[in-house]
């Protein structure tokens, strides 16, 4: 069973498309985030949401839009997609915040042509 | 401002050889959580440790342990008898200063060869 899943795991689409990943987590935790990290490897957090509430909004363009129906799923979407774009996106979950450990999806390689 | 530095960025060892992986983490916060990830060529980001500030003894599993120095800001991380497997990005990650997300410094690239 797996405990933080994305969808899809590969993502390539041309500029100024809109596109959306999903990601849904069973182990019963009550805050989620997404996270991005670019071709250096630097993981940078996006979004963050407890309980289905917002929590942290970096600053991200706002053609990003998180979207989280119920707390175990957090959906990112993407309108306008722009070249520098491309990166992997990475859905994690934990329970409560900041002092406890997030446990993190497989990753989204979004590819921008 | 909290600030988390891994100052190396990749490192190369042969087989069995030890291997330490440096983390400093400034803050003035006086108790603090401290957690190392594990991405390997696969791309998967694995939680390995949370240590609390007020824990400097050394915490051992397995092969690895990991040394928490308070006085000089270091939480370090050592590979005993490195083997390939152990090849991965290694990532120390401190919470942000509102203490809701975790961050994550740049990271230390590993390569361990047969």
């Known amino acids: 069973d797996t405990a933080v899943s994305q969808t899809p795991k590969y993502l390539v689409t041309q500029m100024g498309n809109d596109k959306s990943i999903k990601c849904e987590q069973n182990l019963g935790h009550d805050t989620m985030y997404w996270y991005k990290q670019d071709s250096k490897k630097f993981l940078k957090i996006m979004f963050s949401y407890n309980n289905k509430e917002l929590i942290i909004n970096e600053t991200v363009p706002n053609r990003f839009s998180p979207k989280s129906p119920d707390k175990a799923h957090l959906n990112l979407h993407i309108n306008s997609l722009e070249l520098g774009d491309s990166a992997v996106y990475f859905c994690?979950?934990?329970?409560?915040?900041?002092?406890?450990?997030?446990?993190f999806g497989q990753g989204t390689r979004l590819t921008v042509v | 401002a909290q600030k988390v530095t891994q100052a190396q960025t990749e490192i190369s060892v042969v087989e069995k050889e030890d291997v330490t992986l440096d983390c400093v983490y400034e803050t003035r916060d006086t108790t603090y959580y401290l957690f190392w990830y594990k991405q390997p060529p696969s791309g998967e980001l694995v939680f390995l440790i949370r240590r609390n500030s007020f824990d400097e003894q050394n915490e051992i599993s397995g092969r690895y342990s990991w040394n928490f120095q308070k006085s000089t800001s270091s939480f370090n991380f050592t590979i005993t008898a490195s083997q390939v497997v152990d090849s991965a990005v290694y990532f120390c990650a401190p919470p942000n200063q509102a203490g809701t997300a975790l961050i994550f410094g740049k990271g230390t690239t590993l390569s361990v060869s047969s």
């Open positions: 994690a979950s934990s329970q409560g915040w900041g002092a406890t450990e997030a446990f």
